[in-house]
């Protein structure tokens, strides 16, 4: 028999929330890529991108080639929202997939604060070191606003950065 919520229910939680904190950490350490929608002249565009979190989980880090729509999206609106989701394609996905949404306000970054985003990036990211290295490439830092929890097919958990 399925648990699965038929009805949407919601609730707000702060991030000083221990509980909250464990289930954050958890899915943002545990997945490697997300989704990055940003938007411009009301045209959204969503990018697949690899990225870190820092360790108060305020923040996020990616890389990207300063010639692309993303990079020119979030110079001229730097409010952005990302996705990350435990989903696997999987038919259980509705009733034991998280789906965690954050709004940020993205920020390319440079010199010392540069230097270490790319350290915690490659951390997580070996494999990118030398492209998260090359000057052609804007450090973003994506500070959260508000993260958004959806878990149990439709329990939304607001969560405010406390």
């Known amino acids: 028999m399925s648990n699965i919520l038929t009805e949407p229910r919601s609730q707000e939680k702060t991030i000083n929330d221990p509980d ?79 789906a965690l949404t954050v709004t940020a306000f993205a920020t390319e970054l440079d010199g010392e604060r540069r230097h270490r985003a790319v350290t915690l990036f490659t951390s997580k990211h070996p494999n990118l070191a030398a492209f998260a290295s090359a000057s052609a490439n804007a450090v973003m830092e994506l500070r959260i606003g508000t993260y958004f929890l959806v878990d149990n097919f439709q329990q939304v958990t607001r969560i405010a950065m406390g």
Do not use: H, W
């Open 20 to 98: 909250v904190r464990r289930s954050l950490e958890a899915i943002l350490n545990g997945q490697r890529s997300g989704v990055l929608a940003t938007c411009f002249m009301d045209i959204p565009l969503c990018s697949q991108m690899a990225f870190a979190v820092d360790e108060d989980l305020r923040a996020l880090i990616m890389v990207t080639p300063k010639q692309t729509s993303k990079y020119d999206n979030m110079s001229a609106n730097p409010n952005v929202s990302f996705l990350v989701s435990t989903a696997r394609n999987d038919p259980a996905d509705p009733a034991q997939a998280q």
